[in-house]
């Protein structure tokens, strides 16, 4: 028997908003693959749940008429990878839904819950993070837009007003992932139901001649408090030739702005190793994808 | 507290009173004398819970039987037709020896079943990969496996 107080099953943002501010100290649940363990082991005593899976306004994949990708944050990562859409506009969120857990769990754990666990390792955000996501979260005065970038602010924290809020969406701008190529690369003991060790995502659109790097994005999860986007060695990479040095050039950059830690799951320097391997790999295969060849 | 659910499970509509902390596995397992659906880890890991929820494969072990009003539930109970006739999950499973202690069997099969009525066909490396949300500690998988081909086919 799982400690819940109560249970509330909410049939639209506003009324889960409203419960929210009706029950002190709730706790919004979703697909519950985190919630129910946080419940197991305790962490989570005596609950008032709020469950939003029964909100349909909160489920599936559009695109917006301006081209933007809207996916609502109570989509589960199963229908992210059947999504046409993701397959065709942003590939490598379906390749990255398909990491998570097993079969069981994709089936009803959602994007919005990875997100807002805020845990360092999760696998749907460092894809999001290349591809320069924003979120849509609603609140009593409406709603706000914040990018996924800097959502983040420690582990397992997000900057969510938990007692007033709901994430509802995900956008992916058109601006940000028309015209881009994107990998992720993600390292674990075993091949699946694997929390990652490491993660990388790289994001990138070639110059015209397909000789040069336009724009790059380069994000990292497990390698410090929070994932990680590497901006100063995208800035540098933005103009670079498409060499070995440039390569080593990436190696190098990723490995000065990461700062993993010991844990049990893996040593720092097995770490540093990783995001050094996953962000070359991760690059070549967007590279790759691109049509772009290493010269 | 007692809520009231309603479920369509193994063909049958059944109207209970639940208590809000209890998982599905609970429910099913207790209430309704499905014993098929095994505890193993209760933390999502294992599989051995697994049963179809509007024919997807879930861990019923994390996921509370309230969320359930409305829905479909299939468990092994549920794959007889006939008295004394196996689903062809359950045969191929015989045929091909891939139950040892058995413990793991009842989930592997929902997922089986699942991955049949998909009406597709998987390569090996496909399989391996629908089944990874399960833990068997006896047979290796291959029989598993070869099990699973026999009913999909191989691609
Ligand atoms: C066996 C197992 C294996 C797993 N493997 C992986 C893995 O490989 N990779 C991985 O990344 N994760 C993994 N997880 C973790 C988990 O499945 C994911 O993080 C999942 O995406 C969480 O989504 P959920 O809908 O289940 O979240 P829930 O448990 O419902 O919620 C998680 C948190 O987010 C909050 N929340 C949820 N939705 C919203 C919203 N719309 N607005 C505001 N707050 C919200 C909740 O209040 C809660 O704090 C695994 C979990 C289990 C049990
Ligand atoms: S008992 Fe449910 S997954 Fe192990
Ligand atoms: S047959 Fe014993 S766990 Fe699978």
């Excluded at chain 1, 000789?211 to 410090?224: G, N």
Aim: aromatic share 4%; proline share 3%.
């Amino acid at each position: 028997m799982y400690d819940i107080r109560k249970t509330y099953s909410a049939s639209s943002v506003s009324e889960a908003l409203r419960l929210l501010l009706e029950n002190d100290g709730a706790t919004i649940i979703s697909g519950g693959t985190d919630v129910m363990i946080r419940l197991k082991e305790r962490k989570l005593k005596q609950a008032v749940l709020i469950s939003i899976a029964n909100i349909t306004e909160l489920k599936g994949i559009a695109v917006r008429e301006n081209g933007d990708i809207a996916i609502g944050a109570g989509t589960t990562f199963d229908e992210i990878y059947r999504s046409e859409i993701i397959r065709e506009c942003v590939p490598a969120l379906a390749f990255a839904a398909n990491q998570v857990g097993s079969p069981q769990i994709r089936h009803v754990a959602t994007i919005g819950g990875n997100i807002c666990n805020g845990a360092v390792s999760a696998d749907g955000v460092p894809v999001l993070l290349a591809y320069d996501s924003c979120l849509e979260i609603a609140g009593v005065s409406g709603i706000r837009t914040q990018t996924l970038s800097g959502f983040h602010t420690g582990p397992g924290k997000v900057n969510l007003d938990q007692s007033s809020e709901l994430l509802t969406t995900i956008v992916i701008p058109r601006a940000e992932y028309e015209g881009y190529f994107a990998a992720y690369y993600k390292f674990g003991q075993r091949n699946a139901m694997e929390i990652a060790t490491l993660g990388c995502a790289v994001c990138l659109r070639l110059s015209a001649d397909k000789k040069s790097i336009d724009e790059l994005r380069i994000a990292v999860s497990v390698a410090a408090p929070t994932p990680l986007r590497c901006r100063k060695t995208e800035a540098r990479l933005r103009g670079a030739p498409l060499t070995n040095q440039t390569i080593a050039a990436l190696r190098k950059g990723v490995l000065s702005e990461v700062q993993p830690r010991d844990s049990w799951r893996a040593s720092r320097q097995l770490r540093l190793q990783l995001a050094k391997e996953l962000s070359e790999r991760a690059f070549r295969q967007a590279l790759e994808t691109a049509g772009g060849e290493i010269v | 507290m007692i809520k009231i659910v309603h479920m369509h499970v193994n063909g049958t509509d059944v109207e209970l009173g639940v208590d809000e902390g209890e998982s599905l596995t609970d429910t099913l397992r207790n209430r309704l004398g499905l014993t098929s659906v095994k505890k193993g880890c209760e933390a999502g890991e294992c599989g051995a819970c697994t049963i179809l929820l509007d024919g997807k494969s879930v861990n019923s072990c994390i996921y509370l039987t309230v969320w359930a009003d409305g829905h479909t539930i299939l468990t092994v109970e549920g794959l007889q037709r006939n008295p004394g006739e196996l689903h062809p999950v359950q045969q191929a499973f015989v045929d091909e020896a891939a139950v040892q202690c058995g413990f793991c069997t009842p989930g592997l099969i929902m997922t089986g079943v699942e991955i049949a009525n998909s009406g597709e066909t998987y390569t090996r490396e496909e399989l391996r990969e629908l089944i990874s949300g399960h833990l068997c500690r006896c047979t290796g998988y291959e029989n598993i496996l070869n099990a699973l081909e026999k009913v999909v086919g191989k691609k």
